[in-house]
């Protein structure tokens, strides 16, 4: 995977969420940073607080994938460690997410799990 596929892979793991990208962008493909920050984030926030652990589980898995498949382009290790590493703290308490992410996106978010109040 690349930086420039993240998007597109993001929306085969996650077709519903499409119309939201698509709802950001006038004719172009919507942006990495946007998709992520902008869609994924408020949807797997909505997951974790409605405990749907299956869901969350998914997104992981799907943010691990990116990652390790992701490995030659350091610009999806940046967006990750952005996008997610800077959201965890609105979420530090609900420990479903940390618990499943993978040690990819841990690694990634390092910096900012180690700066989350309590941990």
């Known amino acids: 995977m690349t930086f420039d596929m993240f ?10 969420l499409r119309a939201k990208c ?4 006038d ?3 919507p942006l990495a940073y946007i998709a992520l920050g902008c869609v994924f984030n408020p949807w797997l926030e909505e997951s974790l607080n409605a405990g749907d652990v ?17 490995k030659s382009d350091d610009r999806i290790e940046n967006l990750i460690a952005i ?7 609105e979420v530090k308490k609900n420990k479903l997410l940390l618990s ?4 990819e996106t841990l690694s990634a978010c390092s910096y900012h799990i180690s700066r989350l109040p309590g941990e």
């Not at 996008?83 to 703290?89: A, H, M, N, Q, R």
């Not at 499943?100 to 040690?103: C, D, H, S, Y």
Request: glycine share 6%; hydrophobic share 50%; proline share 7%.
């Open 100 to 103: 499943n992410l993978g040690p």
């Open 54 to 70: 299956a869901n969350v589980t998914k997104a992981c898995k799907f943010l691990e994938h990116a990652l390790v498949e992701g």
């Open 83 to 89: 996008e997610i590493g800077e959201w965890l703290p």
């Open 7 to 16: 998007v597109q892979e993001m929306l085969a793991w996650f077709p519903f």
């Open 22 to 25: 698509m709802a950001y962008m």
């Open 27 to 29: 004719e172009d493909e």
